[in-house]
Antibody, heavy 124, light 106 residues
Framework: EVQLVESGGVVVHPGGSLRLSCAASGFTFDDYAMHWVRQAPGKGLEWVSLISWDGSSTKYVASVKGRFTISRDNSKNSLYLQMNSLRTEDTALYYC?????????????????WGQGTLVTVSS | SYEVTQPPSVSVSPGQTASITCSGDKLGDRYACWYQQKPGQSPVLVIYQDNKRPSWIPERFSGSNSGNTATLTISGTQAMDEADYYCQAWDSSNVLFGGGTKLTVL
């Protein structure tokens, strides 16, 4: 059974930093690119970032580019999101998500597994 | 930038067919998928690659994607299907979610 367990969400002041973690199990972690998706309170889903299976390629939504850094440690089956220069609009539940199919470094980006999310609140 | 749009809300009577649309320029040239999210829960994949259903999803859920519109259809809608539904499209560089549709079963 696939499990994705996020952690690290707290209340932080604007301009602060935070590192989210996601512990993965139940699948071959380094076969898959991994993503972060967020959901502001009462709002819809927003894709945030992806990282390739080996960490060599990363992409970000425009609103976080230059402030957030996605990374992974395949030896620990873990995904991370370093969040700097946080803004109030970054307040959201952050989900770690796994694509439904990856093979040979290429993935189909539908998400068949989601964590329970970790809540980041940016407030003064 | 590319966008996909959904109606904010759809209502359906129990036992009837619900259709939720997702619109985007040449959306049919991309793969679309759909998620169901109930209050306080993480999203659940209900349709992927336009019209494929995960093994854990009932047969009453189906999908299509052509031209500029992808559609999620729920046949014989049940009270338990009341939820928010999100479409999602992707290409080699981007992953995009629609704004979500609240399905009310009344």
């Amino acid at each position: 059974e696939v499990q994705l367990v996020e952690s690290g969400g707290v209340v932080v002041h604007p301009g602060g930093s935070l590192r989210l973690s996601c512990a993965a199990s139940g699948f071959t972690f380094d076969d898959y690119a991994m993503h972060w998706v967020r959901q502001a309170p009462g709002k819809g889903l927003e894709w945030v970032s992806l990282i390739s299976w080996d960490g060599s390629s990363t992409k970000y939504v425009a609103s976080v580019k230059g402030r957030f850094t996605i990374s992974r440690d395949n030896s620990k089956n873990s995904l991370y999101l370093q969040m700097n220069s946080l803004r109030t609009e970054d307040t959201a539940l952050y989900y770690c998500v796994k694509p439904g199919y990856c093979s040979g470094g290429s993935c189909y980006y539908y998400f068949d597994s989601w964590g329970q999310g970790t809540l980041v609140t940016v407030s003064s | 930038s590319y966008e996909v749009t959904q109606p904010p809300s759809v209502s359906v009577s129990p036992g009837q067919t619900a259709s939720i649309t997702c619109s985007g320029d040449k959306l049919g040239d991309r793969y679309a998928c759909w998620y169901q999210q109930k209050p306080g829960q993480s999203p659940v994949l209900v349709i992927y690659q336009d019209n494929k259903r995960p093994s854990w999803i009932p047969e009453r859920f189906s999908g299509s994607n052509s031209g500029n519109t992808a559609t999620l259809t729920i046949s014989g809608t049940q009270a338990m299907d009341e939820a928010d539904y999100y479409c999602q499209a992707w290409d080699s560089s981007n992953v995009l979610f629609g704004g979500g549709t609240k399905l009310t079963v009344l």
